[in-house]
């Protein structure tokens, strides 16, 4: 996985280091964080995984190495 940390901590990291607070967004209304670890964890980093996923303009992809924010017009 990316790293040690949650995979929800990694993603509310990307979004914040992209301008959004958290009061933005309500991720837990937005995905299972939970079943996406799990998910990613199941799957080695050589896997070609990529879940993506929108929260307003911004597209969030997750794969066993990264995860990665990215705006949208």
Do not use: C, N
């Amino acid at each position: 996985m990316v790293s040690d940390r949650p995979l929800l901590l990694e993603i509310i990291t990307a979004l914040e280091e992209q301008g959004l607070d958290r009061d933005e967004y309500q991720l837990q209304w937005m995905i299972d964080a939970e079943a996406l670890e799990r998910l990613v964890d199941s799957t080695g980093p050589q896997t070609d995984l990529e879940v993506r996923f929108s929260i307003g303009e911004r597209r969030v992809i997750v794969t066993p190495s990264d995860v990665a924010v990215i705006k949208v017009s």
